[in-house]
């Protein structure tokens, strides 16, 4: 079983809709323009529609111009095969006709004779990019009507004819393309975007064309035919009172109304205790407050900043690392103390180990230093045949291993810290 045409499923679709549409519909099927006398007569049938205005003329049923013959059997074996009752078209003659060939077809002529004007007419019936523009003959003062034409088509069954624009939205007219040298331009020079359509799914765009115009006189009838709400304007706060006087209308209650405006012993309370709030939060300064909370915020955010800052600082596994220093720092100090002053104890001398003691053997190393200073040689104290720096006695082996000891104990303290 052949598929059901497009056009016929859009028929079938309009009939489940009011008049007004239906019509509308049906015109815009049969290739008629969207314009502004479609547009006028459309809303006058959806206002009787919908019983905004009383039906003036007795409504004739709408004949639907469904396509009988089978589409698929019309793509295969359709064939063009004159162009004929040209009107309207440039300065070209009524009435002729140009025959079409199966292999070839040839128009010449010299400059001015019409063949632009026959490619022009050939763009605007089939699908083109080229050039549409229909001009008027200028060498005539009379008034031409809209350009038009009849093509000729040949199927499987007989010849028939097909007027543009009548029937521009029939299959036939999408069988065929047309180039010139304007497409040429286009093609090469403009945006090439590929833009797939199936073929008759313009009427919806022009149906929604139509009813963006049909929509927009009903907004301006709505506009007319509704007064100016003079009361509006002496209600500024929002409440339940300004929005019933926002949607006055033919359906406000009257009651309502009245109880709305009706000034109560409660609503006297009510007005009373809403006075004390307001003289209240005044006297509270609340710009006053936000002004100080504000400033508060902002030196709690600088002091959050700079916590932060510490914080990284002192991070929990630096601080272990830190204090794991400061213990090994304090163990090998006293390990050094330990051992240092161990080593002295078989000279039995008195406050070993003190800071006292530490005081001398430091001023003695410095007084030391200055006389290694002093020295041609350059020797270090002590030496072989140095005197004690004190009692300037000769320094046997056992002082001098005292004093180097007295020195080491030094050195490794320095070096310690």
């Known amino acids: 079983m052949p598929e059901l045409p497009l056009k016929n499923k859009i028929i079938a679709w309009l009939k489940g809709y009011d008049y ?24 006058q049938l959806f206002k009787e529609d919908f019983a905004l205005k009383a039906i003036e003329n007795e409504r004739a049923e709408i004949e639907f111009n469904e396509i009988a013959a089978d589409v698929a059997a019309i793509e295969r074996k359709i064939q063009l095969q004159l162009i004929k009752e040209i009107e309207n078209v440039n300065a070209l003659a009524t009435g002729q006709s140009i025959p079409i060939n199966p292999n070839l077809t040839i128009i010449y002529g010299g400059n001015g004779t019409g063949k632009s004007g026959y490619v022009r007419l050939l763009n605007n019936a089939f699908q083109s990019r080229g050039d549409k523009q229909i001009l008027q003959n200028v060498f005539s003062d009379e008034e031409r009507g809209t350009p038009a034409c009849k093509f000729t088509f040949q199927s499987a069954e007989a010849l028939y004819d097909l007027s543009y624009p009548l029937h521009r939205s029939n299959i036939e007219f999408s069988q065929y393309s047309v180039f010139d040298t304007h497409s040429i331009k286009v093609l090469l020079e403009q945006d090439n975007k590929l833009d797939f359509t199936p073929i008759g799914f313009e009427f919806f765009e022009k149906a929604l064309q139509l009813y963006e115009m049909v929509k927009a006189k009903l907004s301006v009838d709505i506009k007319a035919n509704r007064p100016i709400n003079e009361f509006e304007k002496f209600f500024v706060n929002d409440n339940v009172i300004k929005n019933a006087i926002n949607n006055l209308g033919a359906n406000s209650n009257e009651e309502e109304l009245k109880a709305l405006g009706t000034y109560t012993k409660a609503d006297a309370v009510k007005l009373a205790e809403l006075i004390a709030k307001r003289e209240k939060l005044k006297a509270l300064d609340i710009p006053k407050r936000i002004s100080e909370l504000q400033k508060l915020l902002s030196q709690l955010v600088d002091f959050t900043s700079r916590q932060q800052a510490i914080l990284d600082y002192l991070k929990p596994e630096d601080i272990g690392h830190y204090k794991s220093l400061i213990i090994s720092f304090q163990k090998f ?41 002093d020295r041609d040689e350059k020797k270090t104290y002590p030496s072989e045949k140095d005197n004690c720096l004190f009692c300037l006695q000769p320094l046997t082996e056992r002082e001098n291993a005292l004093i180097n000891s007295y020195w080491n104990l030094l050195k490794s303290e320095a070096e310690a810290l």
């Open 20 to 43: 007004w549409f239906q019509y509308a519909g049906n015109q815009l099927l049969e290739g008629k323009n969207v314009d502004d006398a479609l547009a006028d007569t459309t809303y």
């Open 333 to 373: 100090q006293d390990l050094a103390k330990q051992e240092g002053v161990k080593s002295l104890e078989e000279y039995n001398i008195e406050s070993l180990g003190t800071n006292e003691w530490k005081d001398f053997i430091k001023a003695s190393k410095n007084y030391a230093s200055a006389i290694e200073i």
